[in-house]
């Protein structure tokens, strides 16, 4: 279905990743959009084009280069009627809880450098070159990621993330709501990934604020269901994205996707931006409560090519 521009989406984080692709998709849809995002401005060289590609298209677009933490900027966002709101804010603490255990082993590199008679570092300069190029099948012999031997995460990393990346959600559902400025019809979606379940070295303080947004998400669906108002999680694949580019071994995480999703690639944003576009339909409004996966099948896939 197509919507119309007096629907609105407010998507935080707007500029980049699933944000921007998902203001491109719903705006392409008819409806207005208001994207809050919080960029340096060097970065918005970058960033404004795009925003002008979603104008040109026809788009009503309200741009805030604002703290979608904070709660007074809150109330300066769009007084229109809210279809959609997509909470894709990613500000999180990316540290390990402890020092890094060495390797008792010697790598499968030096290895192979002592078969072929090869310089060590040589053949480990080059696999990893290699692999940096987007040769995942290099996975195995490239250098491990490299973490932080000094800053580890402590208790005012994982409130910080996790009001970040989680609970800060409620905030803009209770303003919005308060303020009477859902639609009748209401989207809400927040964003999650597989380390839900399992644990990436550096993901602690993020993997529990996802964990927080779920339950979260869970009860808006609840509460505020006799309101109109919906709320789902969209679970999506490994993305490259400026937000993924910060994790510490971001590449090989997407290396091991890519091995692993039977569809022979990574998701993108448009992937998830698609779905969200679904979910805003009227056929879509009995599905609340949900975490979505979008992966291509990467998260059953057991097997690797």
């Known amino acids: 279905m197509n919507f119309s521009a007096d629907q609105w989406a407010v998507i935080l984080g707007g500029s980049s990743g699933f944000g921007l692709a998902t203001a491109k998709r719903l705006g392409a849809l008819g409806m207005s959009v208001c994207a809050v995002h919080r960029d340096r401005r060097a970065m918005l060289a970058k960033i404004e084009p795009e925003f002008e590609k ?19 900027k809150r109330r300066e966002v769009v007084s229109g009627r809210v279809r959609v709101l997509l909470h894709s804010v990613a500000f999180g603490n990316l540290k390990l809880l402890v020092a890094e255990a060495k390797a008792a082993r010697r790598s499968a590199a030096a290895e192979l450098a002592g078969r072929l008679d090869l310089d060590e570092d040589k053949v480990q300069n080059a696999i990893d070159e290699v692999f940096a190029a987007g040769h995942a099948q290099a996975l195995g012999l490239a250098s491990p990621p490299a973490y932080s031997d000094k800053h580890f995460l402590d208790e005012e990393d994982f409130s910080r993330t996790i009001h970040a990346m989680g609970t800060s959600l409620l905030g803009w559902v209770q303003e919005l709501f308060t303020r009477g400025l859902f639609a009748q019809d209401a989207r809400v979606f927040g964003l999650t990934s597989e380390g839900n379940e399992v644990a990436w070295k550096g993901y602690a303080a993020v993997a529990a604020a996802k964990v927080s947004l779920e339950s979260l998400a869970r009860s808006i669906a609840v509460e505020f269901a006799p309101y109109g108002i919906r709320c789902n999680v969209i679970q999506a694949g490994i993305t490259h994205t400026p937000a993924q580019d910060a994790i510490p071994g971001s590449a090989h995480m997407r290396a091991q996707a890519l091995a692993r999703n039977p569809m022979g690639r990574l998701t993108t944003p448009e992937d998830v931006s698609n779905v969200i576009g ?19 099948g990467e998260h059953i896939s057991g097997a690797s090519s």
């Open 54 to 72: 979603i104008r040109a298209g026809g788009t009503r677009l309200l741009t805030m280069n604002t703290d979608a933490l904070d709660a007074e």
């Open 278 to 296: 679904l979910l805003a339909t009227d056929e879509a409004g009995w599905i609340n409560g949900e975490v979505i996966r979008v992966d291509g």
